[in-house]
């Protein structure tokens, strides 16, 4: 099976921008979360998407969004783009029932904001 | 929220020798993931280990649920093992959402 991939893998925006990245889970997976890396916070997880819906949000502004399509894939916006944004944005592909979840990561977005 | 930390934070090795890696976490658990991630950012799974013991090659694993920690073993360190390693964990049981130790830095020397 081909693994989570994540498009695209660098973009550089200037502050106030808006900003859309994608990721497409393991075929069969219809799980996927978000996470967000910087080296002051570190590994945060921003929200999980299943069958279409938010089920999970972390602790992030508003201006962070996303959704998820009929085939699993997801989406993920930042409005009003602010230095702090700058980041690598990790998604999961989710496998599993129940209380069983095991993540599987795609490669990232590496985003920089100038 | 549940907390992870992960020691030591920085790890500088010769080239063939064993380490350890630890991660406490300061409540119950459903799962737990060790990861390494690459020089490129992403996040390599090593290990889905929320009790017991597993082995894959160099490396081994163990968590003890009951007393909230977890233990990677590195044997024989080699160059290409350098990197950060993550422990994760999802204590919710349902929300698909990881909380990571904020990981250990490995420098493998030749």
């Known amino acids: 099976k081909a693994g989570v991939t994540q498009t695209p893998r660098y973009l550089i925006k200037t502050r106030g921008q808006q900003v859309t990245l994608s990721c497409s889970p393991i075929s069969g997976h219809r799980s996927v979360s978000w996470y967000q890396q910087t080296p002051g916070q570190g590994l945060q997880f921003l929200f999980e998407y299943f069958s279409e819906t938010q089920r999970n949000k972390g602790n992030f502004p508003g201006r962070f969004s996303g959704r998820q399509f009929s085939n699993s894939r997801s989406e993920m916006n930042v409005s009003t783009l602010e230095l702090g944004d700058s980041a690598l944005y990790l998604c999961?592909?989710?496998?599993?029932?129940?209380?069983?979840?095991?993540?599987?990561f795609g490669p990232g977005t590496r985003l920089t904001v100038l | 929220g549940i907390q992870v930390e992960q020691s030591p934070p920085d790890l500088i090795l010769q080239e063939g020798a064993n380490s350890t890696l630890r991660c406490n976490f300061s409540d119950s658990v459903n799962n737990l993931q060790w990861f390494h991630q690459n020089p490129w950012g992403q996040l390599i799974n090593l290990f889905y280990?929320?009790?017991g013991t597993k082995q894959n090659g160099r490396l081994s694993a163990t968590t003890v649920a009951t007393e909230r920690y977890s233990l990677l073993y590195i044997s024989s360190s080699q160059t290409t093992d350098s990197g950060v390693y993550f422990c994760a964990v999802d204590y919710s049981g349902s929300a698909r959402q990881l909380t990571f130790g904020s990981g250990t830095q490995l420098t493998v020397l030749p």
């Open positions: 999961a592909s989710n496998y599993g029932t129940g209380i069983y979840n095991e993540q599987f």
């Open positions: 280990i929320p009790s």
